[in-house]
């Protein structure tokens, strides 16, 4: 299966399952719409891709396999929304589209984040699975990432430290937490959804995820300045012209592209024990890196 083939599968699978439970309630009509808006605005489900990769090394992939992607989506759709605010980068364009607060307005754009963040959960603890004990572990994984202990802590570092100078470990320390922690629970999460257990395979999986969860932001950074405005989704020089930490800037653009080479090739290297199965996490690994939006 190539890339494509993956990608088209894996956005069919988590867009039908949200569109299922995303459902209709009356009262939340306007807040739905809202919420729908950000969840299918082109995105390109990198997360639930790399969930489904990492399932499908342990066994079939199932209904908390789906869940889990779903949730995954749905903190990270949040997550854009309330980042797009007026009160944090305050971006009038995502993936070429007005933000959700230029859409709606503010207040809604801020209620369709919270009510996302509750979707999440509530995908994960549904009855329907009965499975209490793999769900409260998939409850705590994304817990743990998308909460003070991950991308929250990561994007309040990054607002504290607008237009001031900070190391490569400051900077490093940031993104595991903003973007790096969401990206283990997505591989973390596949995993535990199909039953794997082994401290060994999760020790891999965790190495190629904190690679990869650098090599992303890192590749943020360096289109953030090679790549226009139509490409990118987003106006082009939005860190630079908001003056925050990025890599570039610490290391020069050449210096940030060895860096985001380095990474990936750890990346490869830390789930060659899987061999021919990892291939779907081989070729995640060499979109992120090759990326231009």
């Known amino acids: 299966m190539t890339l494509d083939d993956f990608s088209h599968y894996a956005r069919q699978r988590v867009d039908s399952y949200l569109t299922q439970s995303l459902g209709q309630y009356d009262p939340a ?10 969840l299918f605005n082109g995105g390109k489900r990198v997360r639930p891709m790399l969930t489904y990769a990492a399932a499908s090394l342990f066994g079939e992939t199932n209904d908390l396999t789906d869940a889990s992607a779903a949730a995954i989506e749905s903190i990270h759709a949040y997550s854009l929304i309330h980042d797009d605010l007026p009160a944090m980068d305050d971006d009038d364009l995502r993936r070429g589209k007005p933000t959700c607060h230029i859409q709606y307005d503010e207040a809604t754009a801020i209620l369709a984040g919270d009510a996302l963040q509750t979707f999440a959960f509530e995908l994960l603890s549904a009855s329907k699975h009965q499975n209490m004990k793999v769900q409260l572990q998939l409850i705590q994984e994304l817990v743990h990432a998308s909460g003070r202990h991950g991308m929250v802590t990561g994007q309040m570092i990054d607002l504290a430290n607008v237009g001031k100078n900070i190391n490569i470990a400051e900077l490093e320390q940031m993104h595991q937490h903003k973007t790096g922690a969401l990206i283990r629970a997505s591989i973390r999460m596949g995993a535990i959804s199909t039953g794997a257990s ?46 925050k930490p990025t890599y570039p800037k610490l290391l020069g653009l050449e210096g940030a592209q060895a860096l985001a080479q380095s990474l990936h090739n750890q990346a490869i290297t830390a789930i060659s024990p899987f061999g021919d199965a990892a291939q779907p996490l081989v070729e995640l690994a060499n979109y992120i890196i090759g990326r231009n939006h």
Do not use: C, P, R
Request: proline fraction near 0%; aromatic fraction near 8%; hydrophobic fraction near 45%.
């Open 29 to 38: 009509t306007h807040l739905q719409n809202a919420m729908a808006y950000s």
């Open 198 to 243: 082994k401290q060994t395979d999760f020790a891999a999986l965790d190495a190629y995820a904190a690679a990869i969860g650098l090599a992303f932001q890192v590749q943020d950074d360096i289109i953030d300045i090679t790549s226009d405005t139509i490409t990118l989704g987003k106006t082009q020089f939005s860190d630079e012209e908001a003056n």
